[in-house]
T-cell receptor
Framework: DTGVSQDPRHKITKRGQNVTFRCDPI?????LYWYRQTLGQGPEFLTY????????KSRLLSDRFSAERPKGSFSTLEIQHTEQGDSAMYLC????????????FGPGTRLTVL | GEDVEQSLFLSVREGDSSVINCTYT??????LYWYKQEPGAGLQLLTY?????DMKQDQRLTVLLNKKDKHLSLRIADTQTGDSAIYFC????????FGKGTRLHILP
């Protein structure tokens, strides 16, 4: 399977705990994006990387959220001190800026904060 | 900031045409998309249109873009039960801005 993969697919945690999600983009894609989708809403942009550089962050990305893409390949999204309002589907997408830039989405990580 | 608005629900009889409408505020986006999301499944890019086009047809799908009114529509001809899903209107420059989605319900 050469699509975007995300791990884990589901995460249940208690309020106050830290969680980390991983995204593996399509090979050779230089852009990687994180979105969040809550129930009844469309996906909302959180942040994106071009190679290893984080180029834009949404106001939704509070100080408790940190995203990294250290080698310009996979990315991690960490949420510290989780709150119930963090419960959502976290979607990752990747694209190649010089080949149409179409974003391909992964299956998402569903986070439930109890 | 950018805003994308679409109606939340649409019910259509099987075999009829479905028309899902969307309005937006940002006029700088190069691409305008329609995504499909089925329960438990990921986002699927259904079709897209460049901002310099008025219409695009792809089999049962027709996308119409009215740049003056900032209105985008998706028409699904001969709607089938497999078309039951949530349809998102979206705009892209680099990041994608999504609407809240229209849930399409197919009546027998």
């Amino acid at each position: 399977d050469t699509g975007v993969s995300q791990d884990p697919r589901h995460k249940i945690t208690k309020r106050g705990q830290n969680v980390t999600f991983r995204c593996d983009p399509i090979s050779e894609h230089n852009r990687l994006y994180w979105y969040r989708q809550t129930l009844g809403q469309g996906p909302e942009f959180l942040t994106y990387f071009q190679n290893e550089a984080q180029l834009e962050k949404s106001r939704l990305l509070s100080d408790r959220f940190s995203a990294e893409r250290p080698k310009g390949s996979f990315s991690t999204l960490e949420i510290q001190h989780t709150e119930q309002g963090d419960s959502a589907m976290y979607l990752c997408a990747s694209s190649h800026a010089n080949q149409g830039d179409e974003q391909f989405f992964g299956p998402g990580t569903r986070l439930t904060v109890l | 900031g950018e805003d994308v608005e679409q109606s939340l629900f649409l019910s259509v009889r099987e075999g009829d045409s479905s028309v899902i409408n969307c309005t937006y505020t940002d006029s700088s986006s190069t691409y305008l998309y329609w995504y499909k999301q089925e329960p438990g499944a990921g986002l699927q890019l259904l079709t897209y249109i460049f901002s310099n086009m008025d219409m695009k047809q792809d089999q049962r799908l027709t996308v119409l873009l009215n740049k003056k009114d900032k209105h985008l529509s998706l028409r699904i001809a001969d709607t089938q039960t497999g078309d039951s899903a949530i349809y998102f209107c979206a705009l892209r420059d680099i990041k994608i801005i999504f609407g809240k989605g229209t849930r399409l319900h197919i009546l027998p």
